[in-house]
């Protein structure tokens, strides 16, 4: 069952040619949703555009993540979309 609480979560980027950065605060409110733009994120600094990165999402409680992202450096580029769930 996921959190039914207001809780913040560390975001943390991996990149091939660079150190990680973060981490970013989320907070999402429990049973709700939040739709997350990356490049809104700023604190601690901006997420680098036209780099290659991974995204971890930290919690100490079970959470569920639906990830979308969309590539748009090029039109012929699509949109991915990947749900998790915790696991024991």
Do not use: C, K
């Not at 990149?15 to 809104?40: I, Q, S």
């Amino acid at each position: 069952m996921p959190a039914t609480v207001t809780r913040m979560w560390p975001l943390l980027f991996f990149f091939a040619d660079r150190e990680p950065v973060g981490p970013y605060r989320v907070t999402v409110a429990g049973r709700h949703t939040l739709h997350l733009r990356f490049n809104d994120l700023d604190d601690p600094q901006p997420i680098p555009r036209d780099t290659d990165y991974a995204s971890v999402f930290e919690s100490d409680v079970p959470i569920i993540v639906q990830h979308t992202r969309l590539d748009s450096r090029r039109a012929e580029l699509a949109l991915l979309s990947t749900v998790t769930y915790p696991q024991d």
